[in-house]
């Protein structure tokens, strides 16, 4: 038990430079909200839901982190600051990392029936400050959700997802076999669309436009004479 502690404390720190000793890590919000989480899913899993959702609303309490009993989370599951709620059908794979004010929300099905309505996050997945994933989708195995993207389709493995609605964009290989990247973007990277291809495509087409008025002008320089000779003719 205590070896466990202290090897999600360490996983903790590797990815979290700030606290000085393992015992800061231990004041951590994140930390409390998945011991609390561990006690009310064992709870909810022996169908003891008023105690379990008892646990919780402590633990929300206390935390500002929402996790409801029904989400599996796996091993060294870190949420660093806070202010995250976690729905019941989440699943959480393992060393996953998620950042303050995310949701991983779920969707209201018509049925009224509940089913999976939450997002499953594949091992080592990062999500962003202020990420919203929505719905019974899955975030594949090292895939990474930008700050403020709002996912609501599967994201392929490895892949990192951006803006509002998120979409995909290719970081270098170097980047991609990283271990850890804080915030789920690459800093060292754009994270944006290629705006440079953008530009180029636009001088491309005011060359293009410039060619062509150029073409015209020429033409109507060869028209022009052909008339005059044509009305010499006519007199």
């Not at 998620?98 to 018509?110: R, S």
């Not at 195995?141 to 892949?159: F, K, L």
């Not at 800093?187 to 293009?208: M, W």
């Amino acid at each position: 038990m205590l070896e466990r502690l202290i090897s999600y404390l360490d996983s903790v720190h590797a990815r979290d430079p700030a606290p000085r000793s393992r015992w800061e890590i231990l004041l951590y919000p994140g930390v409390w909200a998945l011991g609390f989480h561990r006690v009310a899913h064992w709870l909810f899993e022996t169908e003891l839901y008023f105690l379990a959702r008892f646990v919780n609303h402590l633990s929300r309490w206390l935390t500002a982190i929402d996790i409801h009993p029904g989400a599996k989370i796996g091993k060294n599951f870190f949420i660093d600051h806070g202010f995250t709620v976690i729905g019941e059908t989440a699943e959480i794979g393992d060393n996953v990392t998620i950042y303050q004010c995310v949701t991983l929300g779920g969707t209201n099905p018509t049925s009224g029936v509940g089913g999976k309505r939450h997002p499953t996050l594949c091992d080592n997945v990062i999500i962003g400050s202020g990420a919203q994933v929505i719905g019974p989708i899955t975030v594949g195995e090292r895939a990474r959700v930008g700050a403020n993207a709002v996912v609501t389709d599967d994201v392929p493995e490895g892949a990192t997802m951006v803006g509002l609605k998120a979409r995909s964009t290719l970081v270098p290989a170097e980047t991609w076999l990283r271990e850890f990247i804080p915030y789920g973007t690459p800093c060292d990277e754009p994270c944006e669309p290629d705006y440079s291809r953008v530009e180029a495509l636009e001088r491309e087409l005011a060359a293009l436009r410039a060619e062509l008025q150029s073409l015209r002008q020429h033409q109507l320089g060869q028209e022009a004479p052909v008339t005059k000779r044509k009305s010499g003719t006519d007199s």
